[in-house]
Every structure is written in structure tokens, then in C-alpha cells.
């Protein structure tokens, strides 16, 4: 995977764009509306510049007559499906390769997207563990944020923005809304918040965070094999026990986050 990406992880700086081609295997762009076909095109001007090179480019989307459709182009593939069901097949069969084996792939979240990743390794764990509870249990807490929710469906949303952000925003090291250097980054806080959880007793495991970064040309992505890497955590986890494990997607300033409870054996 590209460089740059590697050095956001540990830096948390937004990565500069690699002058070198970056190479992908699969990338799989979920949605295709307004927001996939504006990745999209932003993907197809990235490789016309040299920027980037896929094996596949695939786009997911339930309407058959959706904006990528109908935009046309023969070095996609369109597959009409719900997410959620897509990603049980093709996140399973990434699985059973294991992460070495994907690492060269990686997903386009849509900004208004479920937290499908939460909701794939809680059915991989039920699939796993048929007799046993598993459910999205509350965070049980704050993070060290200035803005967080919690949704109907037990997910827990987090932003270091009070403001409205732009949709094409790269979250790029001076913030275009205070002008500022960006001082925040949500995957060093949210596992600043697992390890507060654990001195303070609570048996957590994770997190598991899929972090979304620019790659280029406005398009964030996380990769399959850390997705991969968070359902062997999980197995483990819960390997004979009780077990909580956080679960995130998150870019350096907007998050997703889920506790993966699963009851005792």
C-alpha cells in the first residue's frame, strides 16, 4: 500500500499525494450516486495522471439505474446488491485468503453509509458463535471529542468538528475551516480511550479501527486487510470468554464507532 497512507497511520497527518503510482488490487467504491460517481470520476482522473492503478474497479449500489450507470464506462464493474449482503461474500472470501493475501485492496466509504463494518463482523461472530449473544452494546463512555451521538441502532458517532464540514474536504494538515493547523486525529484518540477504559478495569478488547485516508484526488479509503485483521481479532477475543471489542471507521475527524459484545460461552 502506499507509502504515504502507512505514514498517516502513525503520524496521524493526512498523507501529501505519492508523485508515484500507487497500486491496488481490488477497490471497491460503495455507493453509486451522487457521491460514488463523484469518486469515481476523481478515481479515473487520478490514473489518467499516473496517480493510481486498480486490477478492479468496483462500485455497489441496490439501483441499477444509478448515476454510475447511467455515467457508463467499461473499466468498472457494477454490482446491484444491498451492501450489507455484497460485503458478507466478498469480506468472507477476503477472510478465508487472509490479510496478506488482500493487501493490496481497499473500500470507498460513502459519508451516509451504515457503519457496515460493524454490522459485518457482528454476523461474521453470530455465524461463528450460533449459540451464544452477540449484540452492539453502548461505547459506555465519552471520547475526548467536542461533538459525539449515539444513533437508534446503538452506533456511536463522533466528530472533532462543530461546523459543517465540506463533503470533498481531504482533512489536510491546516483546516480549512479554522486555518489552523489540524491539532486532532480520531484513530490515536480512540485508542487513547480503550487504554483509559482498560486502567480503569473494564476488560476491552481492540480497537479495531479502519481508518479512512486520502489516498488521492479527494478519494478516502480504508484497506479490506485491516477489515480482515479486526474479524481474526474478534475470534479471538471471544475465544472461551466474555468478550467487548470496539470497533471504528473513522478519517482523522469524523468517526463510527460500535462496542462488539458477545456473551460468555
Not at 450507470?69 to 487472509?98: H, I, M, N, P, S
Not at 474536504?169 to 484518540?189: F, I, K, N
Request: net charge positive; charged share 20%; hydrophobic share 45%.
Amino acid at each position: 500500500m502506499a507509502d504515504g497512507a502507512e505514514r498517516s497511520a502513525a503520524t496521524g497527518a493526512s498523507p501529501r499525494p505519492s508523485r508515484e503510482c500507487q497500486r491496488f488490487g481490488d477497490i471497491v467504491v460503495v455507493g453509486g450516486g451522487c457521491y460514488g460517481g463523484y469518486y469515481v470520476r476523481q478515481l479515473r482522473r487520478a490514473r489518467a495522471a499516473g496517480a493510481i492503478a486498480w486490477r478492479r474497479l468496483v462500485v455497489v449500489d441496490r439501483d441499477a439505474d444509478c448515476a454510475v450507470a447511467r455515467a457508463g464506462g467499461d473499466d468498472l464493474t457494477l454490482v446491484v446488491r444491498d451492501w450489507l449482503l455484497f460485503f458478507q461474500e466478498y469480506l468472507g472470501a477476503a477472510a478465508l485468503k487472509g490479510a496478506a493475501a488482500v493487501a493490496g485492496d481497499a473500500i470507498v466509504p460513502s459519508p451516509l453509509m451504515p457503519h457496515l463494518m460493524s454490522q459485518w463482523l457482528v454476523s461474521r461472530a453470530r455465524a461463528r458463535w450460533p449459540g451464544r449473544g452477540v449484540r452492539v452494546a453502548p461505547v459506555g463512555g465519552a471520547l475526548d471529542v467536542p461533538w459525539q451521538r449515539t444513533g437508534d441502532d446503538g452506533t456511536h458517532y463522533v466528530s472533532f468538528a462543530t461546523w459543517e464540514c465540506p463533503i470533498n474536504c481531504v482533512e489536510p494538515r491546516t483546516c480549512p475551516h479554522t486555518r489552523g493547523a489540524r491539532a486532532w486525529s480520531l484513530p490515536p484518540t480512540v485508542r487513547a480511550f480503550v487504554e483509559t477504559a482498560r486502567l480503569h478495569g473494564r476488560r476491552i478488547d481492540g480497537p479495531a479501527v479502519f481508518h479512512c485516508a486520502h489516498r488521492t484526488h479527494g478519494v478516502g479509503m480504508f484497506d479490506v486487510a485491516d477489515v480482515v485483521a479486526a474479524d481474526t481479532l474478534v475470534a479471538r477475543a471471544g475465544d472461551g470468554r466474555a468478550a467487548e471489542v470496539l470497533v471504528g471507521t473513522v478519517s482523522h475527524c469524523h468517526g463510527a464507532l460500535a462496542v462488539l459484545e458477545l456473551a460468555a460461552p
